[in-house]
């Protein structure tokens, strides 16, 4: 089984937590795509959902197959957001932001009653940080704010690489008009005082750890997908 057969049974396990008539976040990455792909063929046969992007990208992607969709601002209150992760814990503590899409996932995540995380079995990790953890941070004072980060991160005993993302030979933006600064820590063993660090430099719109968001995770496999919840 090749990754994506993989990430389409983890979207396909998700797809049986979706009830009609529900207001759904959609998750944005390959593995939310097979999910949408797979939402769309519900769609299409009668269900009745209604969806809020997480991103520009899963919007014209949703919009293309037929998904309804409303704003955030329509539907302030979400019962389920299924999405995908570039690293989970055991705790469901996620690394997110690999596509660009943090902010807004965090918050579509945040106003849902629930959070289902979708992914193969390789985002699977004893201790985040193999991946580089994504910081949102505004254009203005990106070298201020780069330093901030780094005497935190050296607060906490974590170095490494820091670097803006780039899209070809450009800055990557993203949707919101931020930069993302990709930090290549290594390892993360407290997540939590990370989060408080961060929160509090004023150039850092927001992070790619997800804490205490996440209900369940089903995490697709060879054997096929099983379901996972915090400890």
């Not at 293309?64 to 409303?70: D, K």
Request: glycine share 10%; with cysteine.
């Amino acid at each position: 089984m090749d990754a994506r057969e993989m990430k389409i049974k983890a979207a396909a396990a998700a797809l049986e937590h979706v009830e009609n008539g529900m207001k759904l976040g959609i998750g944005t990455g390959s593995t939310a795509e097979e999910f949408v792909r797979l939402l769309a063929e519900k769609v299409s046969g009668g269900m009745k959902v209604e969806g809020v992007p997480t991103s520009e990208r899963t919007a014209r992607l949703c919009l293309e197959l037929g998904i309804p969709l409303r704003s955030l601002d329509e539907l302030p209150e979400l019962d389920l957001t299924i999405d995908g992760a570039d690293e989970l814990d055991p705790h469901l503590t996620l690394i997110k932001g690999g596509g660009g899409a943090l902010l807004r996932e965090k918050i579509v995540a945040c106003a849902s009653t629930r959070m289902i995380v979708i992914a193969d079995e390789t985002k699977q990790v004893d201790v985040l940080g193999a991946f580089p953890l994504p910081i949102e941070i505004n254009p203005f004072g990106q070298v201020a704010t780069r330093l901030a980060v780094e005497r935190a991160a050296f607060r906490l005993g974590l170095t490494g690489e820091m670097k803006l993302r780039a899209a070809g030979e450009d800055l990557f933006y993203t949707d919101g008009g931020h930069l993302i600064l990709d930090a290549s820590f290594g390892r993360i063993p407290d997540a939590e005082a990370l989060s408080r660090e961060l929160a509090a430099i004023p150039g850092v719109v927001e992070h790619g750890l997800f804490i205490n968001i996440a209900s369940l995770a089903i995490i697709a496999g060879p054997a096929g997908a099983r379901t996972l919840h915090a400890i």
